[in-house]
């Protein structure tokens, strides 16, 4: 694989990573807490829970991915692969903002447009050493 492609999908791992532990510290940015209701305490503990399996989950691939990247660069099947998943991440995120935009406070109105950028760069990124994995 080329210089250029291991170096994009080395910055699209990396910018995944911190997507995934930004994603650990939304409950505390729009205070999830002041929100949920004492007779629900399922559905309390859910909320937090699956916020936390799906960043744990996303931190273990990205993880995963940049491993192979800075140390098992001849595995390419499993880079591949782990591409792929990543990819098809940033696509289902950049779709879901478009069809579903997060309501936001207006103290953060920004993140209506840095979060769908941030999906639609990451696709980029990974989209033309993707391309190549793929062709091999």
Same mark, same amino acid.
């Given at each position: 694989?080329?210089?250029?492609? $291991? $170096? +994009?999908?080395?910055?699209? #791992?990396?910018?995944?990573?911190?997507? &995934?532990?930004?994603? /650990?510290?939304?409950?505390?940015?729009?205070?999830?807490?002041?929100?949920?209701? !004492?007779? $629900?305490?399922? =559905?309390?503990?859910?909320?937090? &829970?699956?916020?936390?399996?799906?960043?744990?989950?996303?931190? *273990?691939? #990205? *993880?995963?991915?940049?491993?192979?990247? /800075?140390?098992?660069?001849? %595995? %390419?099947?499993? @880079?591949?692969?782990?591409? !792929? @998943?990543? @990819?098809?991440?940033?696509?289902?995120? &950049?779709?879901? %903002?478009? !069809?579903?935009?997060?309501?936001?406070?207006?103290?953060?109105?920004?993140? &209506?447009?840095?979060?769908?950028?941030? #999906? /639609? @760069?990451? =696709?980029? =990124?990974?989209?033309?050493? +993707?391309?190549?994995?793929?062709?091999?």
């Amino acid at each position: 694989m080329k210089n250029l492609n $291991t $170096t +994009l999908l080395k910055i699209g #791992a990396i910018q995944t990573v911190l997507m &995934a532990m930004y994603h /650990f510290f939304i409950p505390f940015q729009f205070h999830w807490g002041d929100f949920l209701s !004492v007779g $629900t305490p399922t =559905i309390n503990w859910s909320l937090y &829970a699956l916020n936390n399996y799906f960043s744990f989950n996303l931190l *273990v691939v #990205a *993880v995963f991915l940049m491993y192979h990247l /800075f140390y098992k660069k001849e %595995q %390419q099947q499993t @880079i591949k692969i782990l591409s !792929v @998943i990543t @990819i098809l991440f940033w696509c289902f995120s &950049a779709v879901y %903002q478009i !069809v579903e935009p997060m309501p936001l406070p207006k103290n953060l109105i920004g993140l &209506a447009y840095l979060l769908p950028g941030l #999906a /639609f @760069i990451n =696709i980029g =990124i990974f989209f033309l050493p +993707l391309k190549e994995l793929l062709k091999n």
